[in-house]
């Protein structure tokens, strides 16, 4: 690199987001992302649970023997017109995929708002 503006035009360049989303469509392509998620993946939902904020925010997450469900406050920000991650969290933890959906069926704002990274 010549000189510092070529290092901030390189620097730019080579910035990429941290991860991208796919946005899920319906309760049966979710069940089978979670069934087949592995463990550099994840899944956010939107909730539909009254102790949390705005419903709540639901990650989904699997190491290698369970499921791990993160939910967490969902809060709006008026400044930036998203919602983001509040306080509030509860880890809940699943070893197969019958006893996480079983849970999850329960706590997942209909129509279904869910993206899997």
Known sequence: MKNQEDKHEYLQVKKLPPYSEKRVNNFEDLALLIQAMDQDEGIRIRG???????????????????????????IYDSTTNTYTVGGN?????????????????????NPLEAYAY
């Open 48 to 74: 539909d649970i009254r102790r949390f904020k705005g419903g709540g925010f639901i990650f989904i997450t699997k190491s290698d023997d369970r499921y791990c469900l993160n939910i967490v406050d969902r």
């Open 89 to 109: 969290d509860e880890w809940i933890y699943f070893h197969n995929f019958e006893k996480v959906w079983e849970k999850l069926k329960n706590l997942i704002r």
